[in-house]
Nanobody, 124 residues
Framework: QVQLEESGGGLVQAGGSLRLSCAAS????????MAWFRQAPGQEREFVAV???????YYSESVKGRFTISRDNGKNTVYLQMNSLKPEDTAAYFC??????????????????WGQGTQVTVSS
């Protein structure tokens, strides 16, 4: 089992920045794929960013160029640096870790472990 705990959410004005952290504990492995998803009220959970065990990174089109995902395997922690935030970025942000499945990296069913989420609110 892997436990994930997010932190770093909050209220920020449009154009501002936040950094989210996701600390993993339990049966962690630096080979796990780690991702961030987000979910706004009344909407489906959507892919934001992913980092593979080899360090490859992919982003959704809506955040590309503004968000940066990174990982510190020594600390079992994944980060999401969010810059130039927009009101449409408002959502609960969830960290996820995969268990070696075969689904696409960009869909939620790929991931077996989820954090409880951290709220990001961007005011206009």
């Amino acid at each position: 089992q892997v436990q994930l705990e997010e932190s770093g959410g909050g209220l920020v004005q449009a154009g501002g920045s936040l950094r989210l952290s996701c600390a993993a504990s339990g049966r962690t492995s630096s080979r796990e794929v780690m991702a961030w998803f987000r979910q706004a009220p009344g909407q489906e959970r959507e892919f934001v960013a992913v980092v593979t065990w080899s360090g490859l990174k992919y982003y959704s089109e809506s955040v590309k160029g503004r968000f940066t995902i990174s990982r510190d395997n020594g600390k079992n922690t994944v980060y999401l640096q969010m810059n130039s935030l927009k009101p449409e970025d408002t959502a609960a942000y969830f960290c996820a870790a995969d268990g070696g499945g075969s689904a696409s990296l960009f869909v939620s069913r790929r991931y077996d472990y989820w954090g409880q989420g951290t709220q990001v609110t961007v005011s206009s």
